[in-house]
């Protein structure tokens, strides 16, 4: 029998049937060898991913701290407390069913606003709203909770069973240990702890840290696979930071910024710096109010003042608006952000530049008549009926305008436009802090005659109180400008030197002969008749210099007013600038409103920073004495102690021995018309005495109404002390009507009301 015949037709749709599967077959091949060698590491990852579980490990922050070690900016152990909305939904639902007519929302929202209320402005309305959420796991109640409050939190839930509605989170968070001290350069973290301003946000790289990660693997039905196939990989804590701030400078520039600023009614905020001239480090910087930094979203008293005053509707979004405006302005460092008007204190370069050009000599005649006029435009002198005939050095001391405006026409254009390049105002300072600003000044194209007169006094120009006393650094230094930085060293956990700053000198400006003419120029007038005289210290050799300027625009009556300062003015170990933004009260000049704060900054920080006081033969007769400790004194001593004093001895009591004293031991008191009160057996210092309204007073006539009281004297700011000089008291220690205990020092700040500019 014949084989059957096998239809051609049939034979080609098997051919074409194997072709395809054998080109299926070859598709498939070459796409798992694709899987297997280009697309390996993408599908190893998806698998890793399928069968791992990843928690993230923390990293801790690294600490901050002042140039002496001290801890300005660490971590602590807080809680986040948060409630299960969904978790408190179904125990209510068992509850319900159950019979038991507990309310689960209501039992923990009074709970957690008992303990949270007070110090977290936690509400029962709020937790209760939280629980309405049933569809979440997790509503957050409060943060940064305290160990204290989260202990009693933790009591509360296991007493009432709520373990599965109510939780703690243990978090790290950012504690300040000094609040708002210095508070704009070192800055603050967000809820996630990452820098937002300051040296928190600049160095956030090098604080973080690098986090670790914790790796579980799991089975098909998500079951933790063995040991060996877990992984750990450590997290990297961040580096700690050295800063140039030392706190005790820091606050003292702080205490004068906020009495300067208050006692001439600020309008717009104050600011100062604090530097070593000679290596660009920054000793303190501040601005006046400032806020805190462990709790940054909350205004300062003056901002919440200015909020209420508003009338704006709390729950409208003018009022959100103007509150965040409010924070923003607060927040900005006003030392580095904000360019102003330097006025009368920039006349100190002017006098470099014409002085490093030889266009003038210390000798030099001139002679102002109240005004200068230049391209038929008069420009007046500060002193409208004019300082008459003087002389080079004069001119600078009385700061004379007309003096400053010849000599910046003798240097020119081009050279005074160079200079103030080569000082460093047309440029960044490089400071190692965020959102520095510039400064607002001509092109050189644009710069004309009248700009340079006015710009030689420090007019319609703009700098940053940064750049300004760096520049002054560079006089007090010998003519070299620095970069001026805030961080000494970063290291890591083990002390480990990461990262070390030096000194930057950019260029040199001027000569040191220059500067050494220029520092005696300024001294000089500190301690003569200069408009700077308030800025004068008892034993130290102070070269200084006043500003007032007006600010341009809409408010033509606003005024800025400043003092720059360096000291000792032979050798300078310190460099300061004070200013306040639109003062109100008082006289409106930087010989009033800034230069008494520069004399107490510099009379405090100088002896600490190990300046030695060298006094004259007239300032030792006028010198304060400082109270000795004469608790157990026989008063045959007590009294000998007062005569060598050269003060009175006013005992109270029947005793025989000194059980105590008024003023307290290692008070300073001025000597003419002191007493010292001292009480023996039972007697006690009970009663009191009212401190008269000293304001306006003379050094002489406030002395004796405090004498006619009983009260003792301390004199800052003038220094001729108790003279008969025409110095009044701007500020006094204790408040009128405030009552004290007999022999109380009232420490008085006077200012030379003469000494204007």
Known sequence: MNDPMIHSSVLRRARVVSLVLIGLFTILMFRILWIQTVDYDRYQAKVIEQMTTESTV????????????????????????????SGIASAQRKATEAGDD??????????????LNEEYGVTYDFVMKQTTYEKYLDRTVARHVDEETADRIVAF?????????????????????????????????????????????????????????????RDAQSNEMPYEYEQYIPAVDGYDITSTIDIYIQAALEEQLKVAY?????????????????????????????????????????????????GLAPDSKEYSELKSSLLLTCWSNKALTEAYVPGSTFKIITAAMALEEGKVKTTDPFNCTGAYVVNGITIHCHKTKGHGPLDFTGGIQQSCNPVLMAVGLRVGLERFYAYFDAFGYLAKSGIDLPGEGNSVFHTLSNFKTLDLATASFGQNFKITPVQHLNAIGAVANGGHLLTPHVVAKITDGSGNVIQSATVTTKRQVISSQVCSTISTILQEGVSGDGGASNAYVAGYRI?????????????????????????????PRVAALIMVDEPTKGLLYGSAVAAPY????????????????????????????????MKGYTLEQATAQADLLGVKLRIVGNGTKVTGQMPESGAKMERQGGVLVVYTGDATGEGGVTVPNLMGKTAAAANQLLINSGLNIRITGTKNHLSGTQAEVISQSHAPGEVVPPGTVITLIFSVPGATE
């Open 58 to 85: 923390n990293a801790k922050r690294g600490n901050i701290y002042d140039r002496n070690g001290v801890l300005i900016a660490t971590n602590v152990t807080t809680y986040r407390v948060f409630i299960s909305p």
């Open 102 to 115: 507990v309310d689960y929302a209501d039992k923990i929202s009074r709970g957690l606003s008992s303990y």
């Open 157 to 217: 839930v296991s007493e009432n069973k709520l373990g599965n509605m109510v939780y703690l989170e243990a978090t790290s968070s950012r504690y300040y240990p000094y609040g708002s001290l210095a508070a704009h350069v070192i800055g603050f973290t967000g809820s996630d702890g990452t820098g937002l301003y300051g040296l928190e946000y600049l160095y956030n790289e090098q604080l973080a840290g690098t986090p670790g990660k914790y790796i579980i693997a």
């Open 262 to 310: 208050e006692n001439s009614g600020g309008q717009k905020r104050a600011t100062g710096v604090v530097t070593n001239p000679g290596t660009g480090e920054v000793l303190a910087m501040a601005v006046y109010p400032a806020f805190d930094l462990n709790d940054p979203w909350a205004l300062n008293e003056y901002d919440q003042k200015t909020l209420l005053e508003s």
């Open 543 to 571: 070269a200084a210099k006043t500003g007032t300027s007006e600010k341009v625009g809409d408010n033509r009556d606003a005024y800025i007013c400043s003092c720059v300062a360096y000291a000792p003015a032979e050798n």
């Open 598 to 629: 520069i004399a107490r900054l510099m009379e405090t920080i100088l002896p600490y920073m190990g300046v030695e006081a060298v006094y004259t033969d007239k300032e030792l007769e006028q010198l304060a004495i400082t109270v000795p400790n």
